[in-house]
């Protein structure tokens, strides 16, 4: 059984949004590939799927752009931003200071010899040995 449905005779062909309806619908109640419903109707496949997807999905402001703010919001967005960048670098500085602290070498010879400091002021008993 074939189906067709009237289209267009373009070469970039402009669908009805009754035509597209009628071609989903078909497609959907057929339980058959989109590749099969879309010869029927002598169409390309993927402008089934672009179909149903642009159906599925809420349609959005082609623009993209948000709506005009007051001056008064922006000179507060940026206050806020300023405040917050400076909180930043001052982290950032603390950051940098305690990694310098950090990564210095020890003032002592305790961990180059592994030998606790406060041993260093009783004499080891080699040196007491020596004495005797």
């Not at 879309?38 to 999905?57: D, M, N, Q, S, T």
């Not at 001056?71 to 300023?82: D, K, S, Y």
């Amino acid at each position: 059984m074939k189906t067709q449905l009237s289209k267009p005779a373009r070469s970039k062909a402009r669908y009805s949004e009754e035509y597209k309806q009628e071609a989903l619908e078909l497609w959907r109640a057929s339980g058959r590939s989109a590749a099969k419903v879309a010869a029927e109707l002598g169409i390309r496949p993927p402008l089934l799927y672009r179909w149903a997807h642009a159906e599925r999905v809420p349609k959005a402001p082609k623009t993209g752009r948000t709506p005009k703010r007051s001056l008064e919001e922006l000179e507060a967005e940026n206050r806020r931003l300023r405040q917050e960048n400076a909180k930043l670098l001052e982290q950032r500085e603390v950051l940098k200071k305690s990694l310098g602290i950090l990564s210095e070498a020890p003032k002592s010879s305790w961990h180059r010899s592994n030998t606790c400091p406060f041993t260093a002021a009783v004499p080891s008993l080699s040196l007491i040995e020596a004495r005797n």
